[in-house]
């Protein structure tokens, strides 16, 4: 059963940086795509990052230059590091993998920026 735990979330102000986590269990990690979304209040979910297997990199252009996303197959994770942070970042970020021809999702981590 793949499970997709995150971390990292929380308070913080604009102009500072958070780094999520996403450990996964019960997948072979380094074959997988991986990927951040993010839902704010009354929006949808939206695309953050992604990396593929070979560590190739997409970042959406709203947070392109401030974010970065990475993994370590040997921990079986990915990162969202999150620099200059603003009011507009805040919402839940969840973890999604693909694997096996499925999406697997965490259960989100809640981002708050403050002005």
């Known amino acids: 059963q793949v499970q997709l735990v995150e971390s990292g979330g929380g308070l913080v102000q604009a102009g500072g940086s958070l780094r999520l986590s996403c450990a996964a269990a019960g997948v072979f990690f380094s074959i997988t795509a991986a990927g951040w979304y993010r839902q704010a209040p009354g929006k949808q979910r939206e695309l953050v990052a992604t990396?593929?297997?070979?560590?190739?990199?997409n970042v959406a252009d709203s947070v392109k230059g401030r974010f970065s996303i990475s993994r370590d197959n040997a921990k079986n994770t990915v990162y969202l590091q999150m620099n200059s942070l603003k009011p507009e970042d805040t919402a839940v970020y969840y973890c999604?993998?693909?694997?096996?021809?499925?999406?697997?999702w965490g259960k989100g981590t809640l981002v708050t920026v403050s002005s």
């Open positions: 990396i593929t297997s070979g560590g190739r990199t």
């Open positions: 999604n993998i693909k694997a096996s021809f499925t999406d697997y």
